[in-house]
């Protein structure tokens, strides 16, 4: 004689997956093309975050758009890296991609040296060329700075003409020329004067000024 009952054995997985090692922020110096390598690197290994689940594989995606703009090609993004179980289970680590600019700009044109030159043959500054690791346009600005200490004379003194790059994240670097200025040159008279002149000796004229 037999009597039957029935039940259902039943295994769910409501449990998150856990992540063990959390997402690290990165940083990194700017190359003036996005860091495109660098960034899907970071991406491709979740940021270095690692997750495991009791149940099944786990799975990983991330919110990535865009990098922010600050200066240059520098910016950065917030991403948030979700890791997901077979069943639908998930959970989440947040890091940030940085990308910075630390590197002074470069001149890329022949440097002016130092030159002794007359008063009357100081030259005009030279047109500078630059370039910089993260920025395509370098402004360039030239500054003269003249010492006359020590110079007792008008003519004679030293120019100090320093020119300056700077890349949109305010990196600058500066390169300064010492031109030395003399004065060898005699004066020369510009008024009209007659160079022989016939008078009595009654009517000699004054010296004229």
Do not use: H
Not at 43 to 49: D, I, K
Request: hydrophobic content about 30%; some cysteine.
């Amino acid at each position: 004689n037999t009597s039957t009952t029935s039940a259902t054995f039943t295994i769910i997985d409501s449990t998150d997956p856990i992540i063990a090692v959390q997402a690290a922020d990165l940083t990194v110096e700017c190359d003036g093309n996005g860091n495109t390598a660098q960034l899907n690197a970071w991406l491709n290994s979740f940021g270095g975050a690692s997750a495991s689940d009791a149940c099944s594989n786990v799975t990983w995606s991330n919110s990535f758009s865009s990098l922010s703009n600050t200066c240059g090609a520098t910016g950065s993004a917030s991403v948030t890296f979700t890791a997901t179980d077979d069943c639908g289970n998930t959970s989440t680590t947040s890091a940030t991609f940085t990308i910075i600019d630390s590197t002074d700009p470069i001149f890329t044109s022949e440097l002016p040296q130092n030159i002794t030159v007359s008063c009357d043959n100081i030259p005009i500054p030279s047109n500078m060329t630059a370039s910089d690791n993260c920025d395509n346009e370098v402004s360039i600005s030239v500054l003269d700075t003249i010492d006359r200490e020590g110079s007792d004379c008008e003519g004679e003194y030293i120019i100090s003409r320093t020119w300056t790059i700077t890349d949109d994240c305010n990196n600058s670097s500066s390169y300064t020329q010492t031109i030395t200025v003399f004065d060898n040159i005699p004066p020369m008279l510009t008024t009209p004067i007659d160079s022989e002149i016939s008078a009595i000796c009654s009517e000699i004229p004054e010296k004229p000024e």
